[in-house]
């Protein structure tokens, strides 16, 4: 179970790095795009810290 916990948990930390280089790369985004990364990063980092707490119990 740890194995698929791991997998997933690269894999959402991926999509995050992701977001964050478009952000940070990317200078003229309208603040409906910066409202979207912004929803997407919550959802990202719900997911992330409910797996980091599986992964510790």
């Known amino acids: 179970m ?3 916990i ?3 948990l690269n894999y959402y930390n991926h999509k995050r790095n992701g977001i964050l280089n478009e952000v940070n790369s990317n200078s003229n985004l309208t603040a409906e795009q910066i409202i979207e990364f912004g929803q997407e990063m919550a959802v990202l980092e ?3 810290t ?5 992964n510790e119990n």
């Open 2 to 4: 740890e194995d698929k």
């Open 6 to 8: 791991e997998i997933a």
């Open 46 to 48: 719900y997911k992330i």
């Open 50 to 54: 409910a797996l980091e707490v599986a």
